[in-house]
């Protein structure tokens, strides 16, 4: 079975000042992970991914995230947080040819960015 | 990428009655999945859709209250039948591409019954 924990419930954050969301996970076999955003009234939008390579991978609105492989960790960070990321965020994992090929998201974790 | 169509975007529902969400794709997809959100909260899989076969659901969900088609690669109803206010949610599809792709989401469907 595969598992995503996201331990934060709420993130909260001063404007400018970096920001991270952690992650974890349990699967067997080699992950994909994601990240996703969801704003208010709003469907989930894609931020970033890791599917193999280099760990840590860029995402959009200035978003990375770094694969760690020993923690089995998957943490969202940005260096310079904005009001505008205030939202609640999704880690989701998924292992090809398993799980039916569905992806196991975590419970979200709502970022609040402060002015 | 694939963009997801989905309405309505909200409904205000009698309870007894049942709504039908529909969710179209701009590009074939294999899968396709219904999930149900409380605001604020992590998502739940309802059930998997694939073109051709009848959808998969997950424990707790059944046909009968949550009937499912697809009639092709591109399009997805579901039907929330006999509702009452515990089925106030918000419904969300989404498809998966393949191996190493992102899941797409509609805009999800606020649906309130009274």
């Known amino acids: 079975a595969q598992s995503v924990a996201q331990p934060e419930d709420q993130v909260n954050v001063a404007e400018g000042n970096p920001l991270t969301v952690k992650c974890t996970y349990s699967?067997?076999?080699?992950?994909?992970l994601f990240w996703y955003v969801q704003y208010p009234n709003r469907g989930l939008q894609f931020l970033l991914k890791?599917?193999?390579?280099?760990?840590l991978v860029k995402g959009s609105y200035g978003f990375e995230a770094e694969f760690n492989k020993s923690q089995t960790s998957f943490h969202l960070k940005k260096p310079s947080a904005l009001v505008s990321d205030s939202a609640l965020y999704f880690c989701?994992?998924?292992?090809?040819?398993?799980?039916?090929?569905?992806?196991?998201f975590g419970d979200g974790t709502t970022l609040t960015v402060k002015p | 990428s694939a963009v997801i169509s989905q309405k309505p975007s909200r409904d205000i529902c009698q309870r007894g009655t049942s709504l039908t969400i529909q969710c179209q794709v701009d590009s074939q997809v294999t899968m396709m999945f219904w999930y149900r959100q409380q605001p604020g909260q992590s998502l739940t899989l309802i059930a998997t859709a694939n073109q051709g076969s009848e959808a998969t659901y997950e424990s707790g969900f059944v046909i009968d209250k949550f009937p499912i088609s697809r009639p092709n690669l591109t399009f997805s109803t579901l039907t929330v039948s006999n509702m009452s206010p515990e089925d106030s949610s918000i419904y969300l599809c989404?498809?998966?591409?393949?191996?190493?792709?992102?899941?797409?989401f509609g805009q999800g469907t606020r649906l309130t019954v009274v």
């Open positions: 989404s498809v998966e591409g393949g191996a190493g792709t992102e899941a797409f």
């Open positions: 890791y599917i193999t390579g280099d760990n």
């Open positions: 699967v067997s076999g080699n992950p994909y």
């Open positions: 989701a994992v998924r292992v090809p040819n398993t799980n039916a090929g569905k992806s196991t």
